[in-house]
């Protein structure tokens, strides 16, 4: 990470038929922040829905040869990346999937070269870029791409942290995927980060079962048996904290998660719905094992409320927020 006084914070708005420019454009005019943000978007759609919710919002553009300076409310810097197609609210255009993703690709490079210090990304709509002849199922395998880097990817929200052994998978090749490899790569990302990043010196990782009732002894499965357990045991070995294979349907009891630094869910939508029923808005997806760090919202594109200004911005809020934390952790 740079060594400068004020973080940079790089923004990708996402899919742009959707909430993210607008919701960029609320954090802009509401939240005065210690980083500077830089948007990496077209100023021409951020100008059209600030304008659309009735906001008055300064576009500067980005010049890294400048020093860094807080954000203020009212004013956004802009790094241009122009979009293919005029972008209309709720209505998605295939022709844009190219920029969102090359809005991914500048801000991560960005990154990594130290012209910004983390990166916050908004929603993409992941059909609508395969639609247009990309093969791209998620932010976390692009950023894994680009970087060069073996991604965990970790939901956080006040009280409760959930990673997960495997992402966007159809439910099928879940345990084609779970190898006691990879396995033994999340854990050991997961503690790394965990102490690193998020100051947890000795992390506890309950770790959940991949079938119903962690497998019932093999007679729901031989998951447990043949691949979790024994890469527990091996990593018990050297001292670290697990607890596990439990059963996901009582690893979430409010007794195990006060003994808990992190719950490990085997596939993505295990523990998902429990960290985003407990605080949707302010969930923040985390992804580990980068050598930048990178925050995202919990939330999809919402294209039934583009446009409308009923669009919450606070997830990009958390996201932020948890990026800076990172930001200061790393610097001490």
């Not at 609320?26 to 978007?41: H, R, S, T």
């Not at 829905?49 to 553009?61: I, K, T, V």
């Not at 609210?89 to 991914?104: E, F, H, Q, S």
């Not at 980060?193 to 499965?221: K, T, W, Y």
């Amino acid at each position: 990470m740079s060594s400068r006084r004020i973080p940079r914070v790089a923004i990708t708005p996402g899919e742009p038929a959707g909430i993210g420019p607008e919701i960029c454009v609320q954090v802009a005019c509401e939240a005065d922040l210690p980083a500077e943000l830089v948007a990496i978007a077209d100023p021409k759609l951020l100008g059209e829905r600030a304008a659309a919710l009735g906001r008055s919002l300064e576009l500067d553009p980005f010049d890294d040869a400048a020093s860094a300076t807080p954000h203020s409310r009212g004013s956004l810097r802009v790094l241009p990346v122009p979009l293919s197609a005029p972008a209309i609210p709720g209505l998605l255009d295939a022709r844009n999937a190219d920029y969102v993703v090359r809005t991914i690709s500048v801000a991560c490079d960005g990154c990594l070269s130290g012209r910004f210090d983390a990166l916050v990304t908004g929603p993409v709509h992941k059909g609508v870029i395969n639609e247009a002849g990309a093969v791209f199922t998620g932010h976390t395998e692009l950023l894994a791409e680009r970087c060069r880097a073996f991604p965990v990817m970790m939901l956080v929200a006040p009280g409760l942290r959930v990673a997960l052994a495997t992402t966007h998978l159809p439910l099928s090749q879940v345990s084609v995927h779970l190898t006691p490899e990879r396995l033994e790569r999340v854990i050991r990302v997961i503690i790394r980060d965990l102490s690193s990043r998020f100051g947890v010196p000795e992390p506890r990782i309950l770790v959940c079962g991949l079938n119903p009732h962690a497998g019932e002894g093999g007679h729901l499965g031989r998951e447990e048996i043949e691949v979790i357990e024994p890469v527990l045991r091996m990593l018990r070995a050297e001292g670290l904290a697990l607890v596990g294979p439990v059963p996901a349907d009582t690893a979430f009891l409010p007794d195990r998660l006060q003994q808990t630094d992190a719950v490990l869910a085997m596939y993505h939508d295990q523990g998902l719905p429990v960290i985003k029923h407990l605080g949707f808005g302010q969930t923040v997806n985390v992804t580990l094992g980068l050598p930048i760090i990178r925050t995202s919202v919990d939330h999809g594109t919402a294209l039934d409320l583009a446009g409308s200004g009923r669009g919450e911005a606070g997830s990009l809020k958390a996201a932020i927020a948890v990026a800076i934390d990172l930001l200061q952790g790393a610097r001490r």
